[in-house]
C-alpha cells in the first residue's frame, strides 16, 4: 500500500542532545513537508523540499536541519539549538505544485526528559 | 497528536444533529482552501476542498460553504456520527503554501 511512514511514534530526548526524525513516502511524490503542532494551536511549517537535493525554511526553521537525499526520505533533526522541542511533528508529502493535496503521516510525539 | 485538542474551541453535538464548524482565514489572495481531521494520536486526513472560484462544494455527508466576501469558510456534516469526534482544521494555500488554522475540536454525544 502507498503510504507516508513517521519513525518513531514517541521519541524521548535529553535536554541538549540532537535527535532526527524519520518520514518515508512510497507514493512518488516530489515535495515533502514538515509541520509542527503544539496544543491549541494549528501547524506550523518548518521545512519543505519540493525536489531531491533541495530544500527550502519555513516558518520556523530556527533549530532544526533536514536533508533530503532521496525522494522517498526527508528526516527532521531536532538540535540543541531548538529551545521548545516538545512538540507533535507531522510530515507530509504532496504532488509538487498541489501542495494543497498532502499526505499526512501519523506523526512523532517527541519529549525533552 | 493526543493533546492537540486542548484549548481549543470545542463543539459538542448529539449524534444524529448537524455540525457546522467556522473558520477564518486570512489570505485574500488563497485559491485554494482543504478541511482536515484530526482523530486523537493521528496525522491530519484529508476531508473536502473547494476552489476560490466556487462558494459551495459537497461529498459525502459534508458540505464546505466559502464566503471570500468576509473570508469565511465552513464545514457542514450531516447526521454526525460518534467516529466524527476529532480536531478539524481548515487550511489555506496561498503562494503554494498551505496556512493551517488553529482547529476546533468536535465532540459527538451518543
Known amino acids: 500500500d502507498g503510504g507516508i511512514t513517521q519513525s518513531p511514534k514517541y521519541l524521548f530526548r535529553k535536554e541538549g542532545q540532537n535527535v532526527t526524525l524519520s518520514c518515508e513516502q512510497n507514493?512518488?511524490?516530489?515535495?515533502m513537508y514538515w509541520y509542527r503542532q503544539d496544543p491549541g494551536q494549528g501547524l506550523r511549517l518548518i521545512y519543505y523540499?519540493?525536489?531531491?537535493?533541495?530544500?527550502q525554511k519555513g516558518d520556523i526553521a530556527e533549530g532544526y536541519s533536514v536533508s533530503r537525499e532521496k525522494k522517498e526520505s526527508f528526516p527532521l533533526t531536532v538540535t540543541s539549538a531548538q529551545k521548545n522541542p516538545t512538540a507533535f511533528y507531522l510530515c507530509?508529502?504532496?504532488?509538487?505544485?498541489?501542495?494543497?493535496?498532502?499526505?499526512f503521516g501519523q506523526g512523532t510525539r517527541l519529549t525533552v526528559v | 497528536g493526543e493533546s492537540v485538542g486542548l484549548h481549543l474551541p470545542t463543539l459538542s453535538v448529539q449524534e444524529g444533529d448537524n455540525s457546522i464548524i467556522n473558520c477564518a482565514y486570512s489570505?485574500?489572495?488563497?485559491?485554494?482552501f482543504i478541511w482536515y481531521k484530526q482523530e486523537s494520536g493521528k496525522g491530519p486526513q484529508f476531508i473536502i476542498d473547494?476552489?476560490?472560484?466556487?462558494d459551495k462544494r459537497q461529498g459525502q455527508r459534508v458540505t464546505v460553504l466559502l464566503n471570500k466576501t468576509v473570508k469565511h469558510l465552513s464545514l457542514q456534516i450531516a447526521a454526525t456520527q460518534p467516529g466524527d469526534s476529532a480536531v478539524y482544521f481548515c487550511?489555506?494555500?496561498?503562494?503554494?503554501?498551505?496556512?493551517f488554522g488553529k482547529g476546533n475540536q468536535v465532540v459527538v454525544i451518543p
Open positions: 507530509a508529502s504532496s504532488i509538487v505544485g498541489r501542495s494543497a493535496e498532502a499526505f
Open positions: 507514493l512518488n511524490h516530489d515535495a
Open positions: 523540499s519540493q525536489i531531491v537535493n533541495d530544500f
Open positions: 489570505n485574500s489572495a488563497s485559491d485554494y
Open positions: 473547494i476552489r476560490s472560484n466556487m
Open positions: 487550511a489555506e494555500r496561498g503562494n503554494n503554501r498551505l496556512a
